[in-house]
């Protein structure tokens, strides 16, 4: 049995006019991301991987060819229809964690819940306490978003973005404003996430982030360059290793 | 509604928040309401004081006058003045107005022994006691006999026997106006200042036929007017017919002219005084309703500053799949919420207030129940009114750009 695409893009193009100039930011992007899938997005600044990210997300629709996420045309849909496909199929995951302020851990994840309208979900708080444990924040649930330091916040965006279970998830830079060793512990839990069969693509520009997705694909001018699957994964142990290393003083 | 309450929650989170942002924003809300309630609260209970006043006159009450126009803020009369012949013929054939008395008024120093005052001297009948329900303290009304025989009797009010008589019984002393000496016989009860602030015991009642013989002598005058009751509440209106009918006759007057007289009742008069004070009532209303949309303004430019500083907020919940509906809800919400919570304090200020003046002026001031509904339903519109435009600029944020928002 074919595994199931989440993601299937046809010749995608985005062309942003300004004036009478047309900027090409993604032109004729094929790609294919199948369940269970672990992506890793690479790219300099500019490349076309944001807006790549957008229009995955549907917070952003193409000038040209057709996106079908978890088998929906999303193309042609309202306003109000993207707001419910993201709300239905997608877990967001920010650069800058994105967290209502002065808030309980518990009531930020319980957010997408606020917003579901197909009433699958008959008690939120149960829903947002187990994804919470998922990322093991199970004895920070009533902490505000205040009293938690960067790495605990960001895992608190990943029980947010695991509650409505999505079939994808959507990480933009999501260990860009974390340390090394905090990057490499949100990495590790993109693993755990992964291999428990989430369907996972996230845009980073740090290399040893991206060694621990499955396969990964190298952006430049709005096409994509590269795409191989990763033969030597990271893990924890072994980037913790690494940056043991590169943190000898140099004499 | 599960929907409407989850936003609902929402709102209520943010306001909570930003407290004193909130109440400070709350408060222009709040001086409004309070002031359009005690302002309208105010002016009911001058229309109540001056109803009661009237009320206090007699309710079957008919003041029968000669016609006057206001020129250049001048009474003028226009018809014939009312003379004793009217008088005689309503008091011969009236059925439905019993009582009768003409009233000659004249401005006039009375002095006693030890004061005197400037102070209105009305010449009436032995009836107007009855027309008017004042009633007496100490001594007795001069009799119907004494305003046959033009006794040089009077009955004063408490506040003439204070500046003619300190700390003395005045009955059986005499006082003179404009040199014809009165001997006081009564003094009237104490009854307070009138709806239009005149002090109603600064008065001297004495019979018309002395006034007319003794102080007008020769000199051939009308009456001011004639006070009637009507036999009943109920034929207050027969009796304006049946003394328009008896006048017009008297006064000669021919079929298709127009009265030379007027003839208000009580009911009018009140109909009157209560589209005046409605007027002022209404005036200092929307007085203070500019200060609720004063404070709507203030509550426009918090949420407008809120929503720029929620930017990224805002951003997020659209990401995470918010409509823009849900976006507009929850900030018109929270206008909403911030314009009603004022107008609860200051309907609750308004009341304390219009207690507090009570204690302080002794003028009671009834709060009205409308000025709550009109204090609440406006800041209700206010909140929609000027919450509705930062609601909109928040619902249609681009996401990309709003989750970008530094």
Same mark, same amino acid.
């Given at each position: 049995?074919?595994?199931?695409?989440?993601?299937?893009?046809?010749?995608?193009?985005?062309?942003?006019?300004?004036?009478?100039?047309?900027?090409?930011?993604?032109?004729?992007? +094929?790609?294919?991301?199948?369940?269970?899938?672990?992506?890793?997005?690479?790219?300099?600044?500019?490349? =076309?991987?944001?807006?790549?990210?957008?229009?995955?997300?549907?917070?952003?629709?193409?000038?040209?060819?057709?996106?079908?996420?978890?088998?929906?045309?999303?193309?042609?849909?309202?306003?109000?229809?993207?707001?419910?496909?993201?709300?239905?199929?997608?877990?967001?995951?920010?650069?800058?964690?994105?967290?209502?302020?002065?808030?309980? /851990?518990?009531?930020?994840?319980?957010?997408?819940?606020?917003?579901?309208?197909?009433?699958?979900?008959?008690?939120?708080?149960?829903?947002?306490?187990?994804?919470?444990?998922?990322?093991?924040?199970?004895?920070?649930?009533?902490?505000?978003?205040?009293?938690?330091?960067?790495?605990?916040?960001?895992?608190?965006?990943?029980?947010?973005?695991?509650?409505?279970?999505?079939?994808?998830?959507?990480?933009?830079?999501?260990?860009?404003?974390?340390?090394?060793?905090?990057?490499?512990?949100?990495?590790?839990?993109?693993?755990?996430?992964?291999?428990?069969? #989430?369907?996972?693509?996230?845009?980073?520009?740090?290399?040893?982030?991206? *060694?621990?997705?499955?396969?990964?694909?190298?952006?430049?001018?709005?096409?994509?360059?590269?795409?191989?699957?990763?033969?030597?994964?990271?893990?924890?142990?072994? /980037?913790? @290793?690494?940056?043991?290393?590169?943190?000898?003083?140099?004499? | 509604?599960?929907?409407?309450? @989850?936003?609902?929650?929402?709102?209520?989170?943010?306001?909570?928040?930003?407290?004193?942002?909130?109440?400070?924003?709350?408060?222009?809300?709040?001086?409004?309401?309070?002031?359009?309630?005690?302002?309208?609260?105010?002016?009911?209970?001058?229309?109540?004081?001056?109803?009661? *006043?009237?009320?206090?006159?007699? $309710?079957?009450?008919?003041?029968?006058?000669?016609?006057?126009?206001?020129?250049?803020?001048?009474?003028?009369?226009?018809?014939?003045?009312?003379?004793?012949?009217?008088?005689?013929?309503?008091? #011969?054939?009236?059925?439905?107005?019993?009582?009768?008395?003409?009233?000659? /008024?004249?401005?006039?120093? /009375?002095?006693?022994?030890?004061?005197?005052?400037?102070?209105? &001297?009305?010449?009436?009948?032995?009836?107007?006691?009855?027309?008017?329900?004042?009633?007496?303290?100490?001594?007795?009304?001069?009799? +119907?006999?004494?305003?046959?025989?033009?006794?040089?009797?009077?009955?004063?009010?408490?506040?003439?026997? @204070?500046?003619?008589?300190?700390?003395?019984?005045?009955?059986?002393?005499?006082?003179?106006?404009? #040199?014809?000496? %009165?001997?006081? &016989?009564?003094?009237? @009860?104490?009854?307070?200042?009138?709806?239009?602030?005149?002090?109603?015991? +600064?008065?001297?009642?004495?019979?018309?036929? $002395?006034?007319?013989?003794?102080?007008?002598?020769?000199?051939?005058?009308?009456?001011?007017?004639?006070?009637?009751?009507?036999?009943?509440?109920?034929?207050?209106?027969?009796?304006?017919?049946?003394?328009?009918?008896?006048?017009?006759?008297?006064?000669?007057? #021919?079929?298709?002219?127009?009265?030379?007289?007027?003839?208000?009742?009580?009911?009018?008069?009140?109909?009157?005084?209560?589209?005046?004070?409605?007027?002022?009532?209404? !005036?200092?209303?929307?007085?203070?309703?500019?200060?609720?949309?004063?404070?709507?303004?203030?509550?426009?430019?918090?949420?407008?500053?809120?929503?720029?500083?929620?930017?990224?907020?805002?951003?997020?919940? !659209?990401?995470?799949?918010?409509?823009?509906?849900?976006?507009?809800?929850?900030?018109?919400?929270?206008?909403?919420?911030?314009?009603?919570?004022?107008?609860?304090?200051?309907?609750?200020? =308004?009341?304390?207030?219009?207690?507090?003046?009570?204690? &302080?002026?002794?003028?009671?001031?009834?709060?009205?129940?409308?000025?709550?509904?009109?204090? %609440?339903?406006?800041?209700?519109?206010?909140?929609?009114? %000027?919450?509705? %435009?930062?609601?909109?600029?928040?619902?249609?944020?681009?996401?990309?750009?709003?989750?970008?928002?530094?």
């Amino acid at each position: 049995m074919p595994l199931k695409k989440v993601i299937e893009t046809k010749k995608i193009s985005r062309v942003f006019k300004n004036g009478d100039i047309e900027v090409y930011a993604l032109t004729d992007i +094929d790609l294919v991301i199948e369940e269970g899938e672990f992506v890793a997005i690479m790219g300099a600044s500019g490349s =076309g991987k944001s807006t790549f990210l957008n229009i995955l997300g549907c917070l952003d629709q193409p000038t040209s060819g057709d996106y079908y996420l978890d088998a929906v045309h999303v193309n042609k849909l309202s306003k109000n229809q993207l707001a419910d496909i993201r709300n239905q199929k997608i877990g967001f995951i920010f650069q800058s964690y994105n967290l209502l302020s002065r808030t309980t /851990a518990l009531e930020n994840v319980e957010l997408p819940l606020v917003y579901d309208r197909t009433g699958r979900f008959s008690n939120s708080k149960e829903l947002a306490i187990k994804a919470l444990g998922e990322v093991g924040l199970e004895d920070r649930i009533y902490h505000k978003t205040n009293e938690l330091s960067g790495g605990q916040q960001q895992r608190v965006a990943i029980a947010r973005a695991l509650v409505n279970e999505p079939a994808l998830i959507l990480s933009d830079e999501a260990t860009g404003n974390l340390d090394s060793k905090t990057s490499i512990e949100v990495a590790d839990l993109f693993v755990r996430l992964n291999n428990e069969g #989430k369907t996972i693509l996230m845009i980073t520009h740090e290399p040893e982030i991206a *060694q621990f997705a499955k396969r990964m694909i190298y952006m430049r001018d709005g096409r994509i360059l590269t795409d191989e699957i990763i033969k030597d994964r990271s893990t924890k142990e072994s /980037a913790l @290793k690494d940056l043991e290393l590169t943190a000898e003083p140099i004499e | 509604m599960k929907q409407t309450l @989850k936003i609902l929650k929402v709102a209520f989170q943010a306001i909570n928040k930003n407290r004193t942002r909130s109440i400070l924003t709350m408060l222009g809300i709040i001086i409004g309401v309070a002031a359009v309630i005690m302002t309208i609260s105010a002016g009911e209970g001058a229309t109540m004081q001056v109803q009661n *006043q009237i009320s206090g006159l007699g $309710t079957n009450l008919l003041m029968i006058q000669t016609k006057s126009e206001h020129k250049a803020g001048i009474n003028v009369r226009m018809g014939k003045p009312i003379y004793k012949k009217d008088f005689e013929i309503l008091q #011969k054939n009236a059925i439905y107005m019993p009582n009768l008395s003409p009233l000659l /008024a004249i401005g006039a120093q /009375a002095i006693g022994p030890d004061g005197y005052k400037s102070t209105m &001297v009305y010449g009436v009948s032995y009836d107007y006691f009855y027309i008017t329900s004042r009633e007496i303290q100490f001594g007795s009304f001069f009799s +119907d006999e004494d305003v046959k025989t033009a006794k040089k009797f009077c009955v004063i009010g408490q506040t003439i026997r @204070k500046e003619l008589f300190p700390g003395q019984d005045p009955i059986g002393k005499q006082i003179r106006i404009d #040199k014809v000496p %009165f001997t006081v &016989v009564g003094l009237l @009860k104490e009854e307070g200042s009138g709806g239009m602030g005149q002090d109603m015991d +600064d008065i001297v009642l004495a019979p018309y036929t $002395t006034i007319q013989n003794r102080i007008f002598g020769n000199r051939k005058r009308g009456y001011n007017m004639i006070l009637a009751s009507a036999l009943s509440e109920d034929h207050i209106v027969d009796a304006k017919i049946e003394a328009t009918e008896l006048l017009r006759e008297s006064h000669k007057i #021919k079929a298709n002219d127009e009265d030379d007289f007027e003839i208000m009742t009580q009911i009018e008069l009140q109909e009157i005084t209560s589209n005046i004070t409605g007027v002022l009532t209404l !005036l200092l209303g929307a007085v203070a309703s500019i200060s609720l949309i004063v404070g709507g303004i203030g509550i426009m430019n918090i949420m407008l500053v809120s929503v720029t500083e929620r930017t990224r907020e805002i951003g997020t919940r !659209l990401a995470i799949g918010a409509r823009e509906s849900d976006i507009l809800t929850q900030f018109l919400i929270e206008a909403v919420a911030l314009s009603l919570a004022g107008g609860v304090i200051g309907v609750a200020l =308004g009341v304390i207030g219009n207690q507090i003046i009570y204690k &302080v002026t002794n003028f009671y001031i009834p709060t009205a129940a409308y000025s709550i509904l009109i204090g %609440f339903g406006f800041a209700t519109l206010i909140g929609i009114v %000027f919450g509705y %435009f930062p609601a909109r600029k928040a619902a249609k944020l681009n996401p990309i750009d709003a989750l970008r928002y530094e």
